[in-house]
């Protein structure tokens, strides 16, 4: 009799810690990013060897490539493969609002402080938003690199598997848009996710849940 009973507490103890378990798992939040558009190839593949060139020997050349999503997001962080030469605090960043299919009012800058120049090597940098910007789903945005020195030159690495538009200009100069033929320059914009521990737990979840609250609560009292 002792035996079958002692049987019986050792499952209630194995529920008691699997409800504690799932609990502390429904309660705690957990976030996970979400990317809203990618022209990287797999992984974050790009072409090494062929790039949009935006430097020469103009300063505050700019290259914009249009994004969109379908739905709101908040930004998290994007990513852009580039390669720089030459000169200091050498490019900015920037994401701008479309009017009548053109770059328009400027809603983020990473500014040259924060955009650290990169060798001749390929290098994927990686700007993170701290205000985490809102987007409006369903609206077109560009994403601008620009130049800030010069002499020198600036090169954002094409999409291995992406053909589409970018527009080009020079500070005070017109946008020009380029052939649809050409690669779109490789990058990927990542959203912040939402916190999944938010969720309403299905009717088993509860059951197992109470389940867990009914062992503590008889282990607790066993001790007492």
């Known amino acids: 009799m002792i035996e079958m009973l002692h049987g019986f507490l050792r499952p209630a103890k194995r529920i008691a810690l699997a409800g504690a378990l799932l609990m502390a798992m429904s309660v ?11 022209t990287f ?21 700019m290259a914009a490539v249009p994004f969109s999503s379908p739905t709101d997001f908040q930004l998290d962080y994007i990513m852009l493969p580039m390669t720089y030469i030459s000169g200091t605090n050498g490019f900015r960043v920037r994401i701008f609002t479309e009017f009548g299919g053109l770059p328009s009012s400027q809603v983020i800058n990473w500014s040259a ?8 090597t390929p290098a994927i940098v990686t700007l ?3 205000f985490q910007t809102t987007f409006e789903g369903g609206k077109t945005y560009f994403l601008a690199v620009e130049t800030l020195v010069t002499p020198s030159w600036l090169s954002w690495h094409l999409s291995t598997t992406t053909t589409g538009t970018y527009l080009t200009r020079i500070e005070g100069g017109e946008w020009q848009q380029s052939a649809d033929s050409q690669f779109i320059s ?11 521990g938010s969720e309403i737990p299905e009717p088993g979840t509860w059951a197992l849940m109470g389940a867990g609250l009914a062992g503590l609560a008889w282990l607790r009292r066993k001790r007492a």
Do not use: M, Q, W, Y
Request: hydrophobic share 45%.
């Open 28 to 38: 705690a939040p957990a976030a996970a990013s979400t990317v809203i558009f990618d």
């Open 41 to 61: 190839g797999p992984g974050t593949t790009f072409n090494s060897s062929v790039g949009l060139t935006i430097g020469f020997d103009e300063t505050n050349r």
């Open 113 to 120: 402080a924060n955009v650290l120049p990169v060798d001749e």
């Open 128 to 130: 993170t938003d701290a």
């Open 186 to 196: 490789a990058f990927r914009i990542v959203a912040l996710g939402d916190d999944v």
